[in-house]
């Protein structure tokens, strides 16, 4: 099982937010409910939901207003963002796509129209979350790759390796320090037939 | 416009749309107001369409009651904003206050509900306050009927 997609709903009708919530909770989202522009913008900057449903209509912030600082937010601007509205007209769901929303969804809701929109956006929802995640393990990688990189001193001798300061570290000790490698210690055979002869000779 | 609406009258034309037609002006254009006194009492169904709520919740009647108990507690707030967008004369608010009790009434398919709020708001986005009071009284009387029935 995967975990819950996190999702606020805002709307400043109370019947709405029932009906949504009743619903997304059904499909295993947690539901979070705000009742106007301003909580809803607070929620989304400070929970980061993977999906958000917002009313067209709502007192201090609207849902265009929102979804514009939304694509605007660094850290938001992947979010699902489903408008709500009532208003059927064309221009209004084309200025409603241009504010930076997904999709929408007409009041009042259609049963099965809420659940195919809103798995769409479960889906899109949790292919950014991998791809953040794979970006992050990536950019981990790069940074342990880059660390290891470039000219190494080595003494050609003894093989240690000049470290910052002008000391001078085992080169076991420098790559543990500088990778995630890890050492176990072992002996290969043409040094262990070279011990051997050290002892035979009684050294 | 406001003036056409009284030529076309006074030529004698019984009613009046306005170009493009809207769905909640005709209905009320054709049918008359909804809710007129002296009325026959309207059927439960179109009052309140118990059925498609039910089916819209997924068969959850606990849900749909407590849907029922949140519509009818913000009722009286939401009919007050439209009485008070009427006193101060607020066009576009009595537009927002009309589209609020249109959107709630729709989730609950109280669809005549919906049909007046629908009408009224149509009227304040038209800035044609002249129509408006009797959609409003309508609205009350919807609302009264409403709350009768689920009360």
Redo the contacts between chains.
């Keep these: 099982m995967t975990a819950p997609l996190r999702v606020l709903v805002a709307d400043?009708?109370?019947?709405?937010t029932?009906?949504l919530a009743?619903?997304l909770q059904?499909w295993n989202c947690e539901v979070t409910v705000a009742a106007d522009g301003a909580a809803a913008w607070e929620f989304l900057t400070t929970r980061r939901p993977g999906m958000a449903i917002l009313d067209w209509?709502m007192p201090s912030v609207d849902g265009p207003t929102l979804c514009r600082q939304i694509r605007e937010h660094e850290d938001l601007a992947g979010m699902y963002v489903l408008l709500l509205t009532?208003r059927g007209s064309r221009a209004d769901l084309v200025a409603g796509l241009d504010a930076g929303a997904d999709d929408y969804l007409t009041?009042?809701?259609?049963?099965e129209e809420l659940r195919a929109r809103v798995h769409v956006g479960m889906r899109v929802a949790t292919l950014q979350t991998r791809l953040q995640e794979r970006v992050g393990e990536l950019q981990a990688a790069l940074e342990q790759v880059t660390r290891l990189e470039g000219l190494l001193p080595i003494c050609s001798y003894c093989k240690n390796i000049r470290s910052e300061g002008d000391t001078w570290q085992q080169m076991e000790q420098y790559i543990a320090e500088h990778s995630d490698a890890e050492f176990s210690h072992s002996i290969c055979p043409t040094c262990y037939e070279r011990v051997k002869l050290d002892f035979e000779s009684g050294g | 416009m406001q003036g056409d609406r009284e030529r076309c009258l006074e030529a004698g034309m019984d009613g009046y749309l306005s170009k493009p037609i809207d769905r909640f002006e005709l209905y009320v254009a054709v049918e008359g107001t909804p809710g007129k006194a002296g009325e026959m009492a309207p059927a439960e169904s179109e009052l309140f369409d118990r059925a498609a709520l039910l089916?819209?919740?997924?068969g959850?009647t606990n849900?749909l009651e407590?849907?029922l108990a949140?519509?009818l507690a913000?009722c009286p707030a939401r009919l007050a904003a439209v009485d008070a967008a009427m006193t101060t004369r607020h066009a576009a608010g009595l537009a927002?206050a009309a589209?609020?009790l249109?959107?709630?009434a729709?989730?609950?398919?109280a669809n005549r509900l919906a049909d007046v709020a629908g009408a009224l708001e149509s009227a304040g986005h038209r800035g044609d306050l002249d129509a408006a009071p009797a959609l409003v009284a309508s609205l009350h009387r919807e609302v009264t009927l409403l709350m009768e029935l689920l009360a």
């Design positions: 400043d009708d109370r019947t709405t029932m009906i009743a619903a059904r209509m009532s009041k009042p809701v259609d049963r | 089916d819209r919740l997924d959850d849900l407590q849907i949140v519509f913000d927002d589209h609020a249109k959107g709630a729709l989730n609950l398919s």
